[in-house]
Structures are given as C-alpha cells and as structure tokens.
C-alpha cells in the first residue's frame, strides 16, 4: 500500500468523525439554546399577575338595595336606553356585588359630569323615583335629591304618632303630597320614615319647610296659605 492510499484512507475515517463532532456541537449548542429559553420563560401565577388599574374617577358604582331588585330587572331597559343613546356611556348591571356600574368609554372625551349624571338619575330610581321623573335629572340641569328622615326633624316620635305623621304628609289619597309638588314644582317620595324631595334648590327648600310644618305638627290649612304666598312671590321674582 502505497502512501497515497494510506491518506485517502485516512481522510475517509476521519471525515464522518469530523461530522459526527459537528453534530454532537449543533445539538449541545441547541439544547443550550432552548435550556437559556426555557429558563427567560417563568409560570406566573395568575394571582400575582399585575392587574390592571381603573381610574375610580371614570366610573360610578350604584347599590342595589334588595327590595329595588326586583322593579331594577323589569325596568332595566327603559333605565340603560338614555344612559347609553343620549349621554353615550357604558353601563352594566353586576349581578355578584348587586350594584349598577357606569362608566367613561375608553379613550374617549366625553365630559365627566355626565358620569354624575347618570349615577344620580340610577340613583333617583333606586330610591323609588318614577323612571319619568327621574330622567329630569339627565335632561335637565340643577336638579337634585335631597333626603332626610322625619326623626330629623322631630325626634320624640314613635309608635302610632309616628304613623299619623307620616298619613298627614301623605294626606287622603296623597292630596297633601300632590298640592306640595304642584306648589313647589318638585317631586316628594315618602319611603316608610324617610323624605325624598327631587328639584332645584329653592324649590326643595320651600318643599322642605312644609314638610317640617307638617310633621311639627301644623295643620295643612295652614301650610297651604303658606305655600300660596311663597309660590306667588317665586313668579314675582321671575
């Protein structure tokens, strides 16, 4: 054997020799590869995760109370319709915390008070307020809801004579309730002891005050003339 042949042989034996390093080198090199891979990607779990943050000032959370479910659920489509066409906000009934959420539609620029606007008006309804009557605090401006207890006012009563003053606010029929409202162009709720009275500020002030005559015991006669002369000087000054 000639020495030529002898290093052809040579190259033929430590050519796939040669091939088999570079194979063994691309895989260790992969598997290190993929182990610095496997080690850049961690489990988190979902509790740690970091949650993302609502801005509290774009968003209102209304209670339910349990007894206002009920009317909530058969009424719920004439309550979203004007919050969702007329002020274009996002709105949504949570079932878990049993509360009424609104919100500011995102990346959008739509005024805030809007948002206070739609919470009074779900509000005004949760409290016992027509859906009529309410939607005058979204049409309308410088409206509010004022509420107060008849304890409040007179503190000694109890028993029967609280029920008879609750009957003399109401009056036969609501009568003594309605000639208020029309006098003072408000709106009064009488929920068991407790008074709501939606309008503007003078009107609830004028409304409050013949309630608390009322309830101090004063005899409507009386807060009728009172009321009639008020009334008469409110269109004077306008």
Known sequence: MSSSDTTNIWEQTTAPSTSED??????????????????????????????????????????????????????????????VEKLELQVRMNTKRKCVEIRLPPDSDIDVSLLQKAA?????????????????????????IESFDIKDVKRSLTGDHLSRTVARIAGKDGSVKFTIENATKSRVLIAGTRIHIMGSFQNISVARNAISDLILGSPPGVVYNKLRIISSRMKESF
């Open 22 to 83: 570079n194979n063994n080198e691309e895989q260790s090199t992969t598997t290190t590869e993929s182990s610095s891979e496997e080690s850049s990607y961690q489990l988190v779990n979902p509790k740690d995760a970091p949650k993302r943050k609502i801005d509290k000032s774009q968003m209102r959370s209304i209670r339910v109370p349990a007894n206002r479910y009920t009317a909530l659920k058969a009424k719920w489509e004439s309550i979203y319709t004007p919050i």
């Open 120 to 144: 009074d008006f779900v509000q005004a309804f949760l409290l016992g307020f027509e859906v009529a009557d309410a939607l005058a605090l979204i049409r309308l401006d410088d409206l509010y």
